[in-house]
């Protein structure tokens, strides 16, 4: 890694911040700097380098998706899941009701859409969603090697209080059986997760977790090779939200990103890199930090393709 060529493309990038904007349909989102841009990468022979404003908290969103996607592939065989979810990438939003109802026999198209999410979090291990959430959480901090990770309380009150459309498709999937507890509070579990609060380095952790096929750095392993390799195949064609295509092609990693403005991606077998730039554009991704990981994957030779 060339230090000083990166801190180059992060001047680089810097001016895309000003071209997105942040998030607004959860409202505390919105008190966002969209001037933000941080960048850690954490390499596989130890190594860590970070840029920029990578100790800036945020909450994770939808990046969480991937720890409850990890928990549910440890709680259940893969039948069962897919059972509840298929894996199909879709063109349509990442909160649309339409595909949930119109296409692939009720189960939601994917486990990094909403409902797909919900569902997910549904088959975590645990008798009432307070479990589940504590699951997911304590899977995520030993992930991430920082034991501190917690919601951020008034980004979790901002989500349940303007919550509609995901009550609108765990009631769907309710009324379809793909959801076999109760749903409000299985929701504020959901929302609780998604609220989070992280930096550049906590994710890019995950990132590096999934490029070490399930190892911590102290060589622990919390998964297997083959629930990790499906994850990264997920996130290759469904993480980027209706962008994941033209992110593949742009940038060829796979990659979770989350309207909070991170993206975690993976590199597989070198590095995980952790970016933050709460200007969003108009997939929700994190308009500079998509363009950044463009020259990076450029700079490095990162595309899988």
């Known amino acids: 890694m060339d230090k000083s060529h990166v801190e180059e493309l992060m001047r680089k990038n810097a001016r895309h911040t000003a071209q997105g904007a942040v998030a607004s349909y959860i409202p505390e989102l919105k008190k966002q700097d969209p001037s933000l841009l941080g960048l850690c990468m954490m390499a596989v022979d130890g190594r860590t380098l970070s840029f920029g404003d990578d100790r800036s908290r945020f909450t994770a969103q ?3 998706k991937v720890p409850v996607l990890l928990a549910a592939l440890l709680d259940n065989s893969l039948e069962r899941l897919f059972q509840k979810i298929n894996l199909s990438p879709t063109a349509d939003g990442f909160n649309s009701i339409v595909s949930l109802e119109t296409k692939s026999d009720k189960k939601p198209l994917n486990p990094f859409i909403n409902s797909g999410a919900i569902a997910a979090l549904s088959m975590v291990a645990g008798e009432q969603p307070e479990e589940k959430f504590r699951r997911v959480l304590e899977l995520f901090r030993r992930i991430a090697q920082n034991p ?3 919601v951020n309380e008034a980004v979790y009150r901002s989500e349940k209080a303007t919550g509609d459309r995901n009550r609108a ?3 769907y999937m309710k009324s379809t059986g793909i959801l ?3 749903v409000e509070p299985l929701l504020d579990a959901y929302f609780r997760l998604c609220s989070l609060e992280v930096d550049c380095h906590d994710i890019a952790s995950l990132g590096y977790f999934l490029a070490r096929n399930g190892l911590t750095p102290q060589d622990e392993r919390l998964a297997d090779r083959g629930a990790c390799r499906l994850i990264k195949a997920v996130m290759a064609t469904c993480g980027m939200y209706d962008g994941s ?5 742009m940038v060829g990693i796979p990659a979770k990103s989350g309207v909070g403005g991170g993206i975690m991606g993976v590199v597989p077998g070198r590095c995980g890199v952790g970016v933050l730039g709460p200007a969003l554009d108009e997939h929700g991704n994190s308009l500079a930090g998509v363009m ?10 990162w595309s899988i393709y």
Not at 245 to 249: D, S, T
Request: proline letters at 0%.
């Open 62 to 64: 939808s990046i969480v």
């Open 148 to 150: 501190h990770i917690e």
């Open 169 to 171: 498709l765990a009631y």
């Open 180 to 182: 076999e507890c109760a």
């Open 245 to 249: 295509g033209e992110f593949a092609a």
């Open 292 to 301: 950044l990981l463009h020259d990076l994957s450029e700079l490095f030779d």
